[in-house]
C-alpha cells in the first residue's frame, strides 16, 4: 500500500509559479515511478509528468514541457511539480499517481487545486 498527500496548489496569476509536492509513505519510495496528473472541470484526467523509480526518466505532456519540472526527493519520500509561466488552462484538479502499470495508475491522492488568473 502507497498514501500519498499533495500540496502546494493555490491561487497565482498568469505568468507565476507553484510548486506543488507530494509526500508517500508505505512501500519503499524508491521501488515505483511516480506521476502527476490534472483534471478541469467538466474535462477528463489527463498525465501531466511522471518520473521512475530511479529518477533518471521524465516524461512530459506536450503542454507542460518547458514550463513544468517533475523531481524526487528520496530523503523526504517526496516527488515536486515545479510549474512556471503558468497560465489559465493550467487551471485544475492536481493528481499524484504512483506505481505505473501500462497506462494504468495503482494508487491517487485527494488531489490539490491550483487556479491561474488571466
Known amino acids: 500500500q502507497v498514501q500519498l498527500v499533495e500540496s502546494g496548489g493555490g491561487l497565482v496569476q498568469a505568468g507565476g509559479s507553484l510548486r506543488l509536492s507530494c509526500a508517500a509513505s508505505?512501500?519503499?519510495?524508491?521501488?515505483?515511478?511516480m506521476g502527476w496528473f490534472r483534471q478541469a472541470p467538466g474535462k477528463e484526467r489527463e498525465f501531466v509528468a511522471s518520473?521512475?523509480?530511479?529518477?533518471?526518466?521524465?516524461y512530459y505532456a506536450d503542454s507542460v514541457k518547458g514550463r513544468f519540472t517533475i523531481s524526487r526527493d528520496y530523503a523526504k519520500n517526496t516527488v515536486a511539480l515545479q510549474m512556471n509561466s503558468l497560465k489559465p488552462e493550467d487551471t485544475a484538479v492536481y493528481l499524484c499517481a504512483a506505481e505505473a502499470s501500462g497506462s494504468s495508475w495503482r494508487y491517487w491522492g485527494q488531489g490539490t487545486q491550483v487556479t491561474v488568473s488571466s
Open positions: 518520473i521512475t523509480w530511479g529518477g533518471g526518466i521524465t
Open positions: 508505505g512501500r519503499t519510495f524508491s521501488s515505483y515511478a
